[in-house]
């Protein structure tokens, strides 16, 4: 009895993509993390944040606006990610036009209290 090459050649194929998927199909099981993303010791960026006041406006954090002090992560390609405290949600569209000067007063008041 004679094959023919393309009968064995399909019945190859089939073999092998059938084998691949059934390897495939199931991925390996992730274990979960159990080690906190920041030690529990470790200060908060709220708790170590400089100002007392919006750096936008100079209002004291706690002023009693509208809906309180707003709390706002700036988020920068290639640099950490950095906390920013404002007297009120209205600052932050201030601060988005110039984020740089803000950023600056921050570290200047980081590095006269680290002094």
């Known amino acids: 009895m004679k094959h023919h090459p393309r009968a064995l050649l399909s019945a190859a194929l089939i ?3 059938a084998t691949a998927l ?3 199909d199931t991925p390996a099981p992730v274990k979960p993390s159990t080690e906190p993303s920041i030690a529990p ?3 908060s960026a709220k708790e170590t944040y400089p100002l ?3 750096v936008v406006s100079g209002e004291p954090l706690d002023a009693g606006h509208a809906g309180g002090s707003f709390d706002y992560i ?3 390609a290639g640099k950490p990610d950095r906390l920013v405290r404002f007297c009120c949600k209205a600052c932050l569209k201030d601060f988005k036009k110039d984020p740089a000067k803000y950023l600056a007063k921050i570290d200047a ?3 006269a ?3």
């Open 109 to 111: 008041a980081a590095g």
């Open 113 to 115: 209290r680290s002094q």
């Open 41 to 43: 010791s470790e200060p």
């Open 22 to 24: 059934t390897a495939g």
């Open 52 to 54: 007392t006041t919006c």
């Open 74 to 76: 700036h988020k920068e």
């Open 15 to 17: 073999a092998l993509t």
